[in-house]
């Protein structure tokens, strides 16, 4: 049964940093994206960052590009968020996911539906 646990949310000031962890078990996950989106009261789940868990390559949604690195470290089966600069505007729940995405991976990564498995959310609050 594969299994994501995310950890690291919390309440922090505007400016701050937090560092989001998410450790997979189940199956190997070599050859796949794993992903973090992040979903605000009343809004959809959006596209945060992903990392190729083989290769290493990354993709970051605009609004977080160059304040957030996606990180993984293999021997630990987890993925890290490390989040700095933060802005009130980044509160949301985030998720971590992981799936088997194939093809057109800088595209394909940041749609949702194309991930097979999902944490349980973890919440970030940044107040002003």
């Known amino acids: 049964q594969v299994q994501l646990v995310e950890s690291g949310g919390g309440l922090v000031q505007a400016g701050g940093s937090l560092r989001l962890s998410c450790t997979a078990s189940?199956?190997?996950?070599?050859?796949?994206?794993m992903g973090w989106f992040r979903q605000a009261p009343g809004k959809e789940r959006d596209f945060v960052a992903a990392?190729?868990?083989?290769?290493?390559?990354?993709n970051y949604a605009d609004s977080v590009k160059g304040r957030f690195t996606i990180s993984r470290d293999i021997a630990k089966n987890t993925v890290y968020l490390q989040m700095n600069s933060l802005k009130p505007e980044d509160t949301a729940v985030y998720y971590c996911a992981a799936g088997s995405v194939q093809g057109a991976w800088w595209i394909r990564v940041r749609a949702a539906n194309e991930y097979d498995y999902w944490g349980q959310g973890t919440q970030v609050t940044v107040s002003s």
């Open positions: 990392i190729s868990w083989s290769v290493g390559s990354t």
């Open positions: 189940g199956r190997t996950f070599v050859g796949y994206a």
